[in-house]
């Protein structure tokens, strides 16, 4: 009997989301700092749960973030709060 997607182990030819099998990072993971279009406006999804983040570690959102300010404070929110982590 076949075995369902669902019960397969996952690696990361089947799963973009499992750790690489070398234990080598991959290279879409990429430094803020070094994303092309980093200095652009931060997406709605970030301001959401950057938003989010603000109000439980009580710190002021700042509307003005550019997408690699914001995966960084995000970062350091996530850090601060614990939320976001192992999950």
């Not at 973009?16 to 879409?28: H, L, Q, R």
């Not at 989010?52 to 601060?80: H, N, V």
Request: charged content about 30%.
């Amino acid at each position: 009997m076949a075995q369902s997607k669902s019960a397969e182990s996952k690696s990361p030819e089947t799963d973009p989301k499992a750790p690489p099998a070398d234990g080598v990072p991959s290279n879409t993971v990429k430094d803020p700092d070094n994303w092309t279009t980093g200095d652009e406006t931060m997406t709605g999804a970030q301001a959401s749960y950057l938003k989010t983040l603000c109000e439980e570690a009580g710190e002021e959102f700042d509307a003005s973030l550019s997408k690699a300010d914001a995966s960084k404070k995000i970062d350091a929110l996530q850090a601060a709060t614990g939320r976001g982590r192992n999950h």
